[in-house]
């Protein structure tokens, strides 16, 4: 059964569109803030998300924007009741696939989300490599030179992010902005704390660390091949 995300903070709405798609036979979460969207985009996996802009504690903009900069490619149809070819393109260009004025009709949503579902998934690796460094998302196991590697949750995610955006450079704002979101503890020292523990456990001795820092910027994972 498809499964759909609906990011709606208005009860009235949600509770719509999920009979909408439950009569269409699919399987239905709802979440209210933006904050308990990026939460479950970073633990589950979704075929389809439903996405408001306006939304408390994040709007969906930085959601869906955060979302991509990660790795995630489920497809996202934008909910708003801005209607302006300005608010539209900017919906579009933070990553969304779709966009829907709000207030619509119920078979105009069911055939915007079949029209969705129907496109070719993008494809991605299913694994991640940098050098003899393999990460997998789907089983959450890191080797090196193909011994395995106990990581926390954080270090993971740390290195994921920087494994999806290889030659990049990220600030400390940024690497909170995406990682960490919004989470209690986030701070620059967080960041500093995890990279450290992170270096420590994929470098090598007598080689230069996977992460580079570049002193006044940020951190970036350098890869060659």
Not at 213 to 224: C, I, M, P, R
């Amino acid at each position: 059964m498809v499964k759909v995300l609906v990011v709606e903070d208005d009860e009235f709405v949600s509770g719509l569109i999920a009979d909408c798609l439950k009569l269409d036979h699919y399987d239905v979460e709802i979440v209210g803030t933006g904050t308990e969207a990026s939460d479950r985009l970073r633990l589950y996996n979704y075929d389809l998300i439903l996405l408001d802009i306006q939304l408390p504690e994040q709007n969906g903009m930085d959601v869906c924007q955060k979302f991509r900069a990660a790795g995630g490619n489920t497809p996202i149809i934008m909910l708003t009741g801005k209607r302006t070819i300005d608010d539209k393109e900017a919906g579009l260009n933070a990553g969304a696939d779709d966009y829907l004025t709000k207030p619509f009709n119920a078979r105009e949503l069911i055939a915007r989300v079949r029209a969705v579902l129907r496109r070719p998934p993008v494809v991605t690796p299913s694994k991640l490599c940098i050098g003899d460094l393999v990460l997998d998302p789907v089983s959450h196991e890191v080797s090196l030179a193909g011994k395995r590697l106990e990581l926390k949750p954080k270090e993971f995610t740390l290195l994921e992010f920087f494994m999806r955006n290889p030659n990049q450079v990220f600030s400390t704002g940024d690497i909170l902005n995406r990682v960490w979101v919004s989470e209690s503890d986030a701070s620059p020292q967080a960041v500093r704390t995890c990279m450290q523990r992170l270096r420590d456990k994929i470098d090598r001795e007598g080689r230069p660390s996977l992460i580079t820092t570049v002193y006044g910027v940020g951190y970036k994972l350098e890869h060659l091949g």
